[in-house]
């Protein structure tokens, strides 16, 4: 398995970089290691990670920060940051504005696994 992590800043506008961070980083490993990146793993990739650091960084006050990993199976995000409580994903709601990225990250990947670590 290949991975790299990266600190978050602690804006909301890091986003952008990290999207760019998960693009560059599965075309190094396609390029480096010859492991095939389609298309939709490229773009479900920067989807979820633009959605957990949204979250990360919305409601996390202090450090927090995002690790990719790749093996020739899957694609894995992590992202860690310092609120005291999980995120849980809310029931699906038509009507309410926001909210939803967790929901979305649910829809688009094979498994969604939210921990808190005492650490």
């Known amino acids: 398995m290949h991975g790299r992590r990266y600190p978050l800043k602690a804006d909301r506008g890091c986003i952008a970089d990290v999207r760019h961070h998960a693009a560059a980083f599965l075309d190094r490993v396609a390029a480096q290691h010859g492991l095939p990146v389609s298309e939709r793993t490229q773009d479900l990739t920067q989807l979820v990670v633009g959605e957990l650091v949204t ?28 609120h005291a409580t999980a995120p849980a994903v809310r029931a699906a709601d038509p009507a309410r504005i926001g909210q939803h990225g967790l929901e979305i990250v649910e829809a688009v990947t094979e498994h969604l696994l939210i921990q808190r670590d005492p650490a």
């Open 55 to 82: 979250n990360a960084r919305t409601y996390a006050p202090g450090p927090a920060w995002m690790e990719l990993r790749v093996s020739a199976r899957a694609a894995d995000v992590v992202v860690s940051d310092s």
